[in-house]
């Protein structure tokens, strides 16, 4: 018999082996195959706060047996463009059905980044060719690894299982906030590449796509300024690789504009966010988060990409502009909290109907950022409770900036447009009524965050290609089907399926 026992609370301080006894409970008999389908926590009740599972379990083991997956029929040569959560996915899908890719990615290996990372904080000088500041933050490396996604794609299981399947922790399968942690995301990285390379696929850094044509029947790509011949191209980019953003408009490609979110990071102490959310015995508990939303100004904002006990990280791509990101280790035990908060910015804001308009006010607003800051990639930041005072900051109070590279004090209104500041400043006491200790005075907001995602699409039909240009698939958060890791990825498996079908 096989049980699927849903909605059973356990004290958020009890050990999962009293899950075990009570299923045994309810089998009566000892239990062989247990699985833990959905957890949470609900903190609604200070007092007795409680885990929550879904858990499926039988008195006999249950075999799980391994996906197959029909093969192609005829190999098509694929070039899958950028090695970010979608190109990765999409190319390790491309392999189980029998196709391999050539994956390149302009940037470098994991390897090197995290060398450049290491030199960086023991000498503080960055490495112009570096990644550290210019790089994607993507390339999935030195993101975070929060995988929870509101998409519902089909494929988001596939994904959690293909992260385990690479050395992520099983829990991610089952908690409803599932998290990797930037340092463990860097070796399942890793062991996709290696496993891809073993299955003959091909791996290029420093690989960089300067133009896509369609001529006698074949695709040419022009990488490295050496032509390439391919059957098919899937362009999972990132939202930040304005360059080749640039080129596919120069060859024809239809983009339309798209509307983002743009704000600041803001960072508290992580022991007062547990305190809000859970009482005197946080501690005891996991890294507390949150997620907050207000419609008190002229605009709806929220907050983003929260990292318990994380820091705040340089995210710039172009020279002369600060980015911030933010990301946390597995662990979470960083003495901060940080989350983005920001404020719709719509297409009206951009000022130009040039579908690249969004990629110019976002370069606007991370200039003005960093010459706010006085140069050098230090990032500028305000207490908030100054930036809500229109006051200038002087000195920090009990909350210290994480932000590596150093920071300079400058108003946000220097840097951000009227309209963001005027939601920010209505939005954030509003938060802070919901969030105990989320509008203290000497909270810390660092900017600017202005890439929360893709300013731009790139136009695709149903069966996966760009608008009038067959064997080129445009994908992942880049080309403006995606938000997040999770979605990336599952972008990246859909755009393999589609593609893959051509061949089956
Ligand atoms: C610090 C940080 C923390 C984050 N934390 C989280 C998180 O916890 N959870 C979450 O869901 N999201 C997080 N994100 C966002 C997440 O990383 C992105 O949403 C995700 O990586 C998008 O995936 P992608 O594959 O579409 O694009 P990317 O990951 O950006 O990958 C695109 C790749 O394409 C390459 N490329 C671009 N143009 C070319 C070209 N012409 N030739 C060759 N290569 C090219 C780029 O170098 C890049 O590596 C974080 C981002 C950062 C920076």
């Not at 994991?110 to 060398?115: D, H, L």
């Not at 959690?160 to 829990?171: D, K, N, Q």
Request: glycine share 12%; aromatic share 8%; proline share 5%.
């Amino acid at each position: 018999m096989k049980l699927l026992l849903k909605d059973v609370k356990l004290s958020a301080f009890a050990g999962e082996e009293e899950l075990l006894a009570l299923c045994e409970r309810k089998l009566r008999a000892p239990c062989r195959y247990f699985r833990i389908l959905k957890k949470s926590l609900d903190a609604r009740d200070k007092g007795n706060i409680m885990w929550v599972y879904t858990v499926e379990c039988s008195e006999k083991t249950v075999p799980h047996p391994p996906k197959i997956y029909e093969k192609v029929k005829k190999t098509p040569r694929v070039f899958v463009v950028g090695a970010g959560p979608a190109g990765l996915f999409c190319a390790l899908r491309l392999l189980d059905r029998g196709i391999k890719p050539v994956l390149l990615e302009r940037g470098k290996s994991v390897e090197e980044r995290a060398e450049d990372v290491r030199r960086f904080r023991e000498t503080g000088v960055l490495d112009p060719s570096s990644n550290v500041q210019f790089g994607e933050g993507g390339a999935g490396t030195f993101s975070d690894g929060k995988l929870n996604t509101q998409t519902g794609s089909p494929f988001h299981a596939d994904v959690l299982e293909t992260f385990v399947r690479f050395g992520a922790p099983p829990e991610i399968e089952y908690l409803n906030k599932p998290h990797i942690g930037s340092d463990r995301l860097r070796g399942i990285v890793a062991a996709m590449r290696e496993h891809i390379l073993e299955m003959g696929g091909e791996v290029r850094f420093g690989a960089l796509l300067t133009d896509i044509e369609r001529r006698g029947g074949k695709l040419l790509l022009t990488v490295n300024g050496v032509r390439e011949e391919a059957d098919d191209a899937v362009l999972a980019i990132g939202h930040s690789a304005r360059d080749t953003f640039e080129m596919l408009r120069a060859r024809g490609f239809q983009m339309e504009q798209k509307e983002f979110a743009a704000g600041l990071r803001v960072e508290h102490l992580q022991a007062e966010i547990g305190r809000a959310q859970y009482g005197p015995r946080y501690a005891e508990l996991p890294a507390a988060d949150y997620k907050l939303v207000s419609h008190a100004g002229e605009r709806a904002a929220f907050t983003f990409c929260m990292c318990p006990g994380g820091t705040v990280v340089p995210a710039a791509r172009e020279e002369g502009g600060v980015v911030v990101n933010g990301m946390s280790d597995y662990a979470r035990d960083g003495k901060n909290a940080n989350s983005a908060v920001v404020v719709q910015v719509k297409k009206e804001d951009f000022g130009s109907g040039d579908p690249l308009a969004g990629v110019a006010f976002q370069r606007e607003i991370e200039r003005r950022a960093y010459a706010a800051a006085g140069g050098g990639y230090r990032a500028p930041v305000q207490l908030l409770g100054d930036f809500l005072e229109g006051r200038e900051s002087c000195a920090f109070g009990e909350v210290g900036p994480t932000y590596p590279i150093g920071t300079a004090f400058a108003p946000a209104e220097s840097y951000l447009p009227p309209v963001l500041v005027r939601t920010l400043r209505a939005a954030i006491p509003d938060m802070g009524r919901r969030l105990r200790g989320f509008d203290r005075p000497d909270a810390v907001l660092t900017g600017v965050e202005s890439r929360t995602s893709s300013p731009v699409r790139v136009l695709r039909g149903e069966d996966g290609q760009a608008a009038g240009a067959e064997g080129v698939y445009p994908c992942g958060e880049g080309c403006g089907y995606a938000g997040g890791i999770s979605s990336a990825a599952a972008d990246g498996l859909r755009t393999a399926e589609l593609l893959a079908r051509k061949y089956l």
